[in-house]
């Protein structure tokens, strides 16, 4: 079973800054894709970022250049570096994993970019 643990949500001004972690059990980090997804009220949820293991990334139109996705293998942890944040951006953000045809979620910190 594995187990994912998001942090590092909050409240922040428009054009901020945020990093999201997500620590996972086991050493699933570096041989699995990974990724990051977020849903606002009212919205579907939708992808934001997934890293494979092969170090392939893939981004979410809206965040291309302003959010960039990594890992520390040592760490069993994935982060979201988040950017030039917008109001648009107010969500809760979910970390996701890929292992064996399986898919686990965390259950989510939720980011609010408002003035």
């Known amino acids: 079973q594995v187990q994912l643990v998001e942090s590092g949500g909050g409240l922040v001004q428009p054009g901020g800054s945020l990093r999201l972690s997500c620590a996972a059990s086991?050493?699933?980090?570096?041989?699995?894709?990974m990724g990051w997804y977020r849903q606002a009220p009212g919205k579907e949820r939708e992808l934001v970022a997934t890293?494979?293991?092969?170090?392939?990334?893939n981004y979410g139109d809206s965040v291309k250049d302003r959010f960039t996705i990594s890992r520390d293998n040592f760490k069993n942890t994935v982060y979201l570096q988040m950017n030039s944040l917008r109001p648009e951006d107010t969500a809760v953000y979910y970390c996701?994993?890929?292992?064996?045809?399986?898919?686990?979620w965390g259950k989510g910190t939720l980011v609010t970019v408002s003035s």
């Open positions: 996701n994993a890929q292992s064996y045809g399986m898919s686990y």
């Open positions: 890293l494979r293991y092969d170090g392939n990334t």
């Open positions: 086991g050493s699933i980090v570096s041989s699995r894709t």
